[in-house]
């Protein structure tokens, strides 16, 4: 393929899964392959609008020219042996297709943990670090994302009463849930500037950064051990992280380096470059209460994410303000629309 788009993250959740596909069979006599699916337009999914005159053409071409590309590709090779032992991490970056054995995810792994470790013990040394500091720094992410976990649930237990249940599917998909995923997101943000705000004189740069790296550090650990294939979500954000540490550390002023724009902007669009496709396909295939999962993630990622955060923190006369509004825009939108008709017909379970 001219211009592959794919993660080894899909793979390790599709073995996950409880349910079969197509490929199945296949599997279970040893014959390895490659799946497909659409993502898109999930409502539609074992309902009668799941027909052919629903089905994107652009889907098709794109299907046919990924089926023609790989026809050419392994027609071209010998396939009599197909057995494999090693299998690869891989992940798009720049338009590239980064890929590295599956065995490296271990070693890097505990790379990166004796990193922080390294990096605790050298700020510790120039008196940066405090243990009430530190404590805050790690406690008030977790704290956050309870509260948004809590706060979104109760946001979309109020929706699926008022109006969204009656726009959802027997399958689960429910119309619009992108409005209400958005919500979520905004919702998260809301508590972690607000809490920031609180104890941004509580606990200084360094401390909230290396608070949020340990956090980030715990989940890349448990993706290493139970889905190798996302570790890199976890590793290459922490690769920057610590970057953003050894800078400050060579100049005078620590603390003012870790506010830098160039920081500031590193440690927040790299983990946004790396985790916004996996959104944007858990909001597209999975129903809205699953979604609230995910802002246990996004709250890790705010947490690493903290110069940016800070720096919302110190504007949010206007940043939660503007949050709110946003909230209360897409609930207006999904309400408004939430009206069964011959466009967005909803079935009823036989």
């Known amino acids: 393929m001219s211009n592959p788009v794919s993660n080894s993250l899909l793979v390790d959740l599709y073995k996950q899964l409880p349910n079969d596909t197509d490929l199945t069979v296949a599997l279970e006599h040893g014959l390895p392959g490659l ?9 539609a999914y074992h309902t009668p609008m799941d027909n052919t005159e629903n089905v994107s053409l652009e889907t098709v071409q794109h299907q046919g020219e990924n089926a023609l590309a790989m026809a050419r590709h392994f027609g071209n090779l010998d396939l ?12 798009n970056l720049f338009g590239l297709l980064v890929h590295y054995p599956t065995q490296w995810a271990i070693p890097i792994t505990v790379a990166l943990a004796a990193l922080w470790l390294a990096f605790a013990w050298l700020y510790a040394r120039f008196s940066l670090l ?25 946001l979309w237990t109020l929706i699926e009463t008022l109006w969204a249940g009656k726009m959802t599917q027997p399958t689960g998909a429910t119309y619009d849930t992108l409005l209400y995923s958005i919500s979520f997101v905004l919702v998260t943000l809301i508590v972690h500037v607000a809490l920031t705000r609180w104890i941004v004189r509580k606990s200084n740069e360094l401390e909230m950064l ?4 340990f956090l980030f550090l715990l989940l890349l650990i448990g993706s290493t051990w139970f889905l190798p294939g996302a570790s890199y979500l976890f590793s290459i954000p922490l690769l920057i992280h610590y970057a953003a540490l050894i800078w400050a550390a060579c100049t005078r002023d620590p ?4 506010n830098h724009p160039a920081v500031v902007l590193g440690t927040t669009l790299v983990p946004i470059l790396m985790f916004t496709s996996v959104f944007h396909i858990v909001f597209l295939l999975l ?9 246990v993630l996004i709250g ?11 720096m919302l923190a110190h504007s949010w006369k206007w ?7 946003a909230i209360i825009v897409l609930l207006g939108i999904g309400w408004s629309l939430a009206e069964p008709g011959p466009d967005r017909p909803v079935y009823e379970r036989h």
């Open 35 to 43: 799946n497909f699916a659409y993502g898109d337009g999930w409502v």
């Open 319 to 325: 940043v939660l303000p503007a949050a709110f509004i």
């Open 210 to 213: 290396l608070g949020g790296g």
């Open 255 to 258: 603390l003012e380096t870790l």
């Open 130 to 154: 405090t243990t009430k500091g530190s404590l805050i720094g790690l406690g008030t992410p977790i704290l956050a994302a309870v509260l948004s976990t809590a706060l979104s649930y109760g």
């Open 287 to 295: 129903p809205p209460g699953v979604h609230l999962f995910s802002v």
């Open 300 to 310: 890790m990622i705010l947490a690493l994410m903290s110069p940016a955060v800070r």
């Open 80 to 91: 009599s042996d197909l057995s494999s032992t090693s299998n690869r991490i891989y992940f």
